[in-house]
Protein backbone atom coordinates (compact mmCIF):
# COMPACT_ATOMS: atom_id res chain seq x y z
CA UNK A 1 0.00 0.00 0.00
CA UNK A 2 2.80 2.09 0.49
CA UNK A 3 5.25 3.80 -1.94
CA UNK A 4 7.62 2.44 -1.75
CA UNK A 5 11.56 4.48 -2.41
CA UNK A 6 11.78 2.89 -6.04
CA UNK A 7 8.97 4.34 -6.88
CA UNK A 8 9.43 7.76 -5.38
CA UNK A 9 13.06 7.71 -6.67
CA UNK A 10 11.74 10.84 -9.11
CA UNK A 11 9.54 12.77 -6.64
CA UNK A 12 12.29 12.56 -4.16
CA UNK A 13 14.92 13.77 -6.38
CA UNK A 14 12.24 16.76 -7.20
CA UNK A 15 11.91 17.36 -3.99
CA UNK A 16 15.42 17.11 -3.08
CA UNK A 17 15.88 19.86 -5.96
CA UNK A 18 13.02 22.09 -4.89
CA UNK A 19 14.72 21.97 -1.44
CA UNK A 20 18.04 22.96 -2.18
CA UNK A 21 16.15 25.65 -4.34
CA UNK A 22 14.47 27.05 -1.43
CA UNK A 23 17.06 26.45 0.63
CA UNK A 24 19.43 28.87 -1.68
CA UNK A 25 17.47 31.19 -1.96
CA UNK A 26 17.01 31.47 1.35
CA UNK A 27 14.05 33.31 0.96
CA UNK A 28 10.87 34.27 3.69
CA UNK A 29 9.66 31.50 2.07
CA UNK A 30 11.36 29.32 4.03
CA UNK A 31 11.20 31.23 6.88
CA UNK A 32 7.61 31.08 6.78
CA UNK A 33 7.36 27.72 6.03
CA UNK A 34 6.60 25.26 3.96
CA UNK A 35 4.44 21.59 4.02
CA UNK A 36 6.21 18.91 2.26
CA UNK A 37 3.50 15.73 2.22
CA UNK A 38 4.60 12.47 2.49
CA UNK A 39 7.38 13.24 4.49
CA UNK A 40 8.48 13.04 7.95
CA UNK A 41 7.30 16.39 9.73
CA UNK A 42 9.18 17.80 13.32
CA UNK A 43 7.22 18.95 15.89
CA UNK A 44 9.35 22.31 17.22
CA UNK A 45 11.29 19.73 19.44
CA UNK A 46 12.74 17.81 16.85
CA UNK A 47 10.32 14.75 17.36
CA UNK A 48 7.95 13.00 14.72
CA UNK A 49 4.45 14.32 15.34
CA UNK A 50 2.25 12.07 16.37
CA UNK A 51 -1.70 12.90 15.11
CA UNK A 52 -2.99 10.93 12.88
CA UNK A 53 -6.48 10.64 11.87
CA UNK A 54 -6.59 14.35 12.67
CA UNK A 55 -8.08 17.62 12.78
CA UNK A 56 -7.89 21.15 12.92
CA UNK A 57 -9.37 23.55 15.33
CA UNK A 58 -8.40 27.28 14.54
CA UNK A 59 -9.20 29.42 18.53
CA UNK A 60 -8.31 32.90 18.78
CA UNK A 61 -5.21 33.00 16.73
CA UNK A 62 -4.13 29.71 16.86
CA UNK A 63 -4.62 26.56 14.86
CA UNK A 64 -4.98 23.50 17.28
CA UNK A 65 -4.43 19.96 15.45
CA UNK A 66 -5.57 17.01 17.36
CA UNK A 67 -4.96 13.38 16.68
CA UNK A 68 -5.11 10.06 16.98
CA UNK A 69 -1.76 9.35 19.13
CA UNK A 70 -0.54 5.81 17.80
CA UNK A 71 1.61 3.66 20.22
CA UNK A 72 5.03 2.55 18.98
CA UNK A 73 4.06 -1.31 18.05
CA UNK A 74 2.27 -2.10 15.26
CA UNK A 75 0.24 -5.14 15.32
CA UNK A 76 -2.42 -7.39 14.03
CA UNK A 77 -5.38 -7.84 16.11
CA UNK A 78 -5.17 -11.55 17.48
CA UNK A 79 -8.46 -13.65 15.95
CA UNK A 80 -9.65 -10.74 13.62
CA UNK A 81 -9.10 -12.46 10.07
CA UNK A 82 -9.47 -9.11 7.82
CA UNK A 83 -6.39 -6.75 7.57
CA UNK A 84 -6.57 -5.42 11.13
CA UNK A 85 -3.27 -3.72 11.87
CA UNK A 86 -3.33 -1.51 15.27
CA UNK A 87 -1.22 -0.51 18.04
CA UNK A 88 -2.68 0.33 21.50
CA UNK A 89 -4.85 3.57 21.83
CA UNK A 90 -2.38 6.26 23.23
CA UNK A 91 -5.65 8.94 23.28
CA UNK A 92 -5.80 12.01 21.71
CA UNK A 93 -2.31 14.39 20.96
CA UNK A 94 -2.72 18.08 20.15
CA UNK A 95 -0.37 20.26 18.49
CA UNK A 96 -0.41 24.29 18.25
CA UNK A 97 0.74 26.83 15.77
CA UNK A 98 0.24 30.57 14.14
CA UNK A 99 1.55 29.31 10.90
CA UNK A 100 0.46 25.22 10.06
CA UNK A 101 4.02 24.54 9.22
CA UNK A 102 5.70 25.24 13.08
CA UNK A 103 3.99 23.20 15.56
CA UNK A 104 4.39 22.67 19.58
CA UNK A 105 3.55 19.31 21.06
CA UNK A 106 1.05 20.38 23.85
CA UNK A 107 0.72 16.50 25.47
CA UNK A 108 -1.92 14.06 25.40
CA UNK A 109 -5.02 16.18 25.64
CA UNK A 110 -7.26 13.26 26.18
CA UNK A 111 -5.67 10.17 28.03
CA UNK A 112 -6.20 6.88 27.57
CA UNK A 113 -7.68 5.20 30.71
CA UNK A 114 -5.25 2.63 31.81
CA UNK A 115 -7.08 2.03 35.51
CA UNK A 116 -10.40 0.51 33.77
CA UNK A 117 -10.37 -2.84 31.40
CA UNK A 118 -13.73 -1.90 30.43
CA UNK A 119 -13.38 1.91 29.53
CA UNK A 120 -13.88 2.84 26.34
CA UNK A 121 -10.96 4.18 26.29
CA UNK A 122 -8.41 2.02 27.95
CA UNK A 123 -5.59 1.14 25.60
CA UNK A 124 -6.81 -2.18 24.39
CA UNK A 125 -9.96 -0.23 22.54
CA UNK A 126 -9.34 2.05 18.82
CA UNK A 127 -9.55 5.83 19.54
CA UNK A 128 -9.48 7.46 16.34
CA UNK A 129 -9.95 10.79 13.80
CA UNK A 130 -10.94 12.56 17.03
CA UNK A 131 -12.25 16.42 15.85
CA UNK A 132 -12.72 19.24 18.57
CA UNK A 133 -15.09 22.11 17.77
CA UNK A 134 -16.04 25.08 20.32
CA UNK A 135 -19.26 25.95 21.79
CA UNK A 136 -19.48 29.65 22.04
CA UNK A 137 -22.89 28.98 24.42
CA UNK A 138 -21.29 26.81 26.84
CA UNK A 139 -17.10 28.04 26.70
CA UNK A 140 -16.72 24.06 26.55
CA UNK A 141 -14.39 22.86 23.89
CA UNK A 142 -15.81 19.34 22.42
CA UNK A 143 -14.08 16.56 21.00
CA UNK A 144 -16.30 13.43 19.18
CA UNK A 145 -13.88 10.51 18.11
CA UNK A 146 -14.45 6.93 16.75
CA UNK A 147 -14.30 4.57 19.84
CA UNK A 148 -14.27 0.77 18.86
CA UNK A 149 -13.15 -2.80 20.70
CA UNK A 150 -9.86 -4.79 18.89
CA UNK A 151 -12.29 -6.02 15.45
CA UNK A 152 -14.27 -3.11 15.10
CA UNK A 153 -17.40 -4.33 15.85
CA UNK A 154 -18.10 -2.01 18.74
CA UNK A 155 -18.63 0.92 16.47
CA UNK A 156 -19.64 3.97 18.38
CA UNK A 157 -18.97 7.40 18.93
CA UNK A 158 -17.19 8.93 22.15
CA UNK A 159 -17.77 12.52 23.05
CA UNK A 160 -15.44 14.43 25.57
CA UNK A 161 -15.16 17.83 26.84
CA UNK A 162 -12.57 20.72 28.42
CA UNK A 163 -12.76 23.72 29.72
CA UNK A 164 -9.47 24.63 27.63
CA UNK A 165 -8.39 23.63 24.06
CA UNK A 166 -5.31 22.03 25.28
CA UNK A 167 -7.32 19.67 27.62
CA UNK A 168 -7.43 17.78 29.65
CA UNK A 169 -10.75 16.48 28.07
CA UNK A 170 -12.94 14.21 30.04
CA UNK A 171 -14.38 11.46 28.40
CA UNK A 172 -18.00 11.33 28.77
CA UNK A 173 -19.66 8.32 27.24
CA UNK A 174 -19.96 6.62 23.79
CA UNK A 175 -23.26 5.73 21.61
CA UNK A 176 -24.83 4.74 18.58
CA UNK A 177 -26.14 8.01 17.07
CA UNK A 178 -30.05 7.04 16.91
CA UNK A 179 -29.27 3.05 17.16
CA UNK A 180 -27.00 3.17 14.16
CA UNK A 181 -23.48 2.36 14.09
CA UNK A 182 -20.66 4.66 13.95
CA UNK A 183 -17.18 4.11 12.53
CA UNK A 184 -14.95 6.31 10.72
CA UNK A 185 -16.18 10.25 11.38
CA UNK A 186 -15.70 14.03 11.24
CA UNK A 187 -17.65 17.33 13.28
CA UNK A 188 -18.51 20.00 11.39
CA UNK A 189 -19.81 23.41 12.62
CA UNK A 190 -21.97 25.50 10.61
CA UNK A 191 -22.15 29.24 10.52
CA UNK A 192 -24.87 29.47 12.37
CA UNK A 193 -23.24 27.44 14.81
CA UNK A 194 -24.93 24.40 14.53
CA UNK A 195 -23.04 21.47 14.65
CA UNK A 196 -22.92 17.98 12.67
CA UNK A 197 -21.60 14.39 13.42
CA UNK A 198 -21.07 12.72 9.64
CA UNK A 199 -20.28 8.69 10.48
CA UNK A 200 -19.82 6.02 8.14
CA UNK A 201 -22.96 3.48 9.60
CA UNK A 202 -24.84 0.77 8.65
CA UNK A 203 -21.86 -1.68 8.55
CA UNK A 204 -20.08 1.33 6.42
CA UNK A 205 -22.59 1.00 3.66
CA UNK A 206 -23.79 4.37 3.92
CA UNK A 207 -23.08 7.23 5.04
CA UNK A 208 -25.38 9.65 8.00
CA UNK A 209 -25.05 13.14 8.97
CA UNK A 210 -26.71 14.12 12.27
CA UNK A 211 -27.32 17.25 14.04
CA UNK A 212 -25.88 17.44 17.17
CA UNK A 213 -27.55 19.33 20.34
CA UNK A 214 -26.88 22.91 21.07
CA UNK A 215 -24.20 22.16 23.69
CA UNK A 216 -22.62 20.07 21.10
CA UNK A 217 -22.26 16.62 23.58
CA UNK A 218 -25.74 14.89 22.12
CA UNK A 219 -26.76 13.24 18.74
CA UNK A 220 -30.36 14.71 18.18
CA UNK A 221 -32.93 12.40 16.09
CA UNK A 222 -32.63 14.74 12.92
CA UNK A 223 -30.03 12.67 10.56
CA UNK A 224 -30.01 12.10 6.77
CA UNK A 225 -28.48 9.36 5.10
CA UNK A 226 -26.00 9.52 2.80
CA UNK A 227 -24.52 7.94 -0.48
CA UNK A 228 -26.66 4.93 0.40
CA UNK A 229 -25.13 1.12 -0.17
CA UNK A 230 -21.72 2.82 -1.90
CA UNK A 231 -19.43 2.53 1.07
CA UNK A 232 -17.79 6.10 1.61
CA UNK A 233 -15.78 6.76 4.69
CA UNK A 234 -13.33 8.94 5.72
CA UNK A 235 -15.84 12.49 5.86
CA UNK A 236 -14.11 15.88 5.53
CA UNK A 237 -16.76 18.25 5.32
CA UNK A 238 -16.01 21.86 4.82
CA UNK A 239 -18.20 24.82 3.27
CA UNK A 240 -17.06 28.01 0.73
CA UNK A 241 -19.50 30.44 -0.90
CA UNK A 242 -22.53 29.02 0.37
CA UNK A 243 -21.65 25.25 -0.80
CA UNK A 244 -21.23 22.31 1.42
CA UNK A 245 -18.04 20.07 0.00
CA UNK A 246 -17.94 16.42 1.32
CA UNK A 247 -14.53 14.16 0.87
CA UNK A 248 -14.64 10.67 1.18
CA UNK A 249 -12.73 7.54 0.82
CA UNK A 250 -13.94 4.44 -0.44
CA UNK A 251 -13.69 1.58 2.16
CA UNK A 252 -10.60 -0.39 1.48
CA UNK A 253 -9.13 -0.52 5.59
CA UNK A 254 -6.03 1.12 5.66
CA UNK A 255 -5.22 0.16 1.88
CA UNK A 256 -5.53 3.96 0.00
CA UNK A 257 -8.31 4.24 -3.01
CA UNK A 258 -10.27 7.26 -5.01
CA UNK A 259 -11.18 9.60 -3.30
CA UNK A 260 -15.01 11.80 -4.12
CA UNK A 261 -15.90 15.14 -3.66
CA UNK A 262 -20.00 15.79 -3.54
CA UNK A 263 -21.17 19.12 -3.34
CA UNK A 264 -24.72 20.18 -1.38
CA UNK A 265 -27.25 23.05 -1.45
CA UNK A 266 -27.56 22.31 2.27
CA UNK A 267 -25.48 20.65 5.05
CA UNK A 268 -27.77 17.50 5.51
CA UNK A 269 -27.92 16.96 1.86
CA UNK A 270 -28.97 15.50 -0.41
CA UNK A 271 -25.00 15.52 -2.42
CA UNK A 272 -23.69 15.23 -5.60
CA UNK A 273 -20.74 13.70 -6.87
CA UNK A 274 -18.70 16.17 -8.58
CA UNK A 275 -16.11 12.63 -8.84
CA UNK A 276 -12.47 12.30 -7.72
CA UNK A 277 -11.24 16.02 -6.75
CA UNK A 278 -7.25 14.46 -6.65
CA UNK A 279 -4.89 15.46 -9.85
CA UNK A 280 -1.14 14.33 -10.02
CA UNK A 281 0.89 11.00 -9.80
CA UNK A 282 -1.03 8.95 -7.90
CA UNK A 283 -4.26 10.84 -7.80
CA UNK A 284 -6.44 7.13 -8.45
CA UNK A 285 -5.51 6.37 -4.57
CA UNK A 286 -5.38 9.44 -3.49
CA UNK A 287 -1.38 10.31 -3.36
CA UNK A 288 -1.77 7.01 -1.28
CA UNK A 289 -3.38 8.69 1.38
CA UNK A 290 -6.69 9.12 2.71
CA UNK A 291 -8.88 12.18 3.97
CA UNK A 292 -9.40 13.39 7.30
CA UNK A 293 -9.93 16.94 7.67
CA UNK A 294 -10.66 20.10 5.50
CA UNK A 295 -9.12 23.13 7.09
CA UNK A 296 -10.15 26.91 5.79
CA UNK A 297 -7.30 28.68 6.29
CA UNK A 298 -8.20 31.64 8.90
CA UNK A 299 -8.11 35.16 7.90
CA UNK A 300 -7.97 34.34 4.06
CA UNK A 301 -11.25 34.26 1.74
CA UNK A 302 -10.86 31.37 -0.26
CA UNK A 303 -7.62 29.00 0.95
CA UNK A 304 -8.64 25.51 2.13
CA UNK A 305 -6.23 23.01 2.67
CA UNK A 306 -7.15 19.11 2.47
CA UNK A 307 -5.49 16.95 4.91
CA UNK A 308 -5.23 13.18 4.37
CA UNK A 309 -3.50 10.51 5.88
CA UNK A 310 -0.86 8.46 4.06
CA UNK A 311 -1.41 4.81 6.64
CA UNK A 312 1.48 2.91 6.77
CA UNK A 313 -0.11 -0.24 8.12
CA UNK A 314 2.36 -2.20 9.50
CA UNK A 315 4.13 0.68 11.40
CA UNK A 316 0.93 3.11 11.91
CA UNK A 317 3.07 5.25 13.81
CA UNK A 318 5.06 5.77 10.81
CA UNK A 319 2.35 6.95 9.08
CA UNK A 320 2.92 10.53 7.13
CA UNK A 321 0.25 13.28 6.30
CA UNK A 322 -0.53 14.77 3.38
CA UNK A 323 -1.63 18.41 2.78
CA UNK A 324 -2.29 19.56 -0.22
CA UNK A 325 -4.39 23.41 -1.06
CA UNK A 326 -7.76 22.91 -2.95
CA UNK A 327 -7.97 24.71 -5.83
CA UNK A 328 -11.33 26.35 -7.22
CA UNK A 329 -10.70 27.27 -10.78
CA UNK A 330 -13.62 27.03 -13.16
CA UNK A 331 -16.03 23.45 -12.65
CA UNK A 332 -15.28 21.19 -10.13
CA UNK A 333 -12.48 22.30 -6.74
CA UNK A 334 -9.51 20.31 -7.35
CA UNK A 335 -6.55 18.75 -5.22
CA UNK A 336 -3.31 18.73 -7.32
CA UNK A 337 -0.30 16.87 -6.06
CA UNK A 338 2.61 18.97 -4.59
CA UNK A 339 5.92 17.96 -3.26
CA UNK A 340 6.46 21.22 -1.00
CA UNK A 341 4.43 24.14 -0.99
CA UNK A 342 3.24 27.38 1.26
CA UNK A 343 0.47 27.63 3.19
CA UNK A 344 -0.58 31.31 2.95
CA UNK A 345 -0.99 33.13 6.52
CA UNK A 346 -3.89 35.06 8.29
CA UNK A 347 -4.46 38.03 5.86
CA UNK A 348 -3.98 36.76 2.89
CA UNK A 349 -6.78 35.97 -0.01
CA UNK A 350 -6.82 34.55 -3.27
CA UNK A 351 -5.71 31.06 -4.25
CA UNK A 352 -2.91 29.18 -2.76
CA UNK A 353 0.39 29.03 -4.84
CA UNK A 354 2.49 25.77 -4.99
CA UNK A 355 6.16 26.87 -4.04
CA UNK A 356 8.50 24.18 -5.93
CA UNK A 357 7.55 21.92 -9.28
CA UNK A 358 6.79 18.43 -9.30
C1 LIG B 1 -10.01 2.59 7.64
C2 LIG B 1 -10.37 3.82 8.41
C3 LIG B 1 -9.29 4.09 9.42
C4 LIG B 1 -9.13 2.85 10.29
C5 LIG B 1 -8.85 1.64 9.42
C6 LIG B 1 -8.75 0.35 10.22
O1 LIG B 1 -11.00 2.24 6.73
O2 LIG B 1 -10.54 4.91 7.57
O3 LIG B 1 -9.61 5.23 10.19
O4 LIG B 1 -10.30 2.64 11.02
O5 LIG B 1 -9.88 1.48 8.47
O6 LIG B 1 -8.52 -0.72 9.36
Known amino acids: MIPTTSKHNLSRLTRLVAAALIAASATTALAAGSIASGERWLDREGKFINAHGGGILYHEGVYYWYGEA ?73 MWMHIDNHNYEKAVAGVAVSDSPTGKFRFIESVRPNGQMSRDMTLFKDDDEQAYLVYSSEGNATLHIAQLSDDYQHVTARYERLFIGQSREAPALFKRQGKYYLITSGCTGWDPNEADLAVADHVMGPYTSLGNPCRGPHADKTFFAQSTHVLPVAGTADCFIAMFDRWNKRNLIDSRYVWLPIRFDAGAPTISWADVWQPPQAGASGHVAAVAPH
Do not use: Q
Not at 92 to 118: A, K
Open 70 to 142: KGDFTYRSPGVGWDCYRTDAGGVSCYTSTDLCHWTYRGIVLEPDTMHTFSDIHPTMVIERPKVIYNRSTGKFV
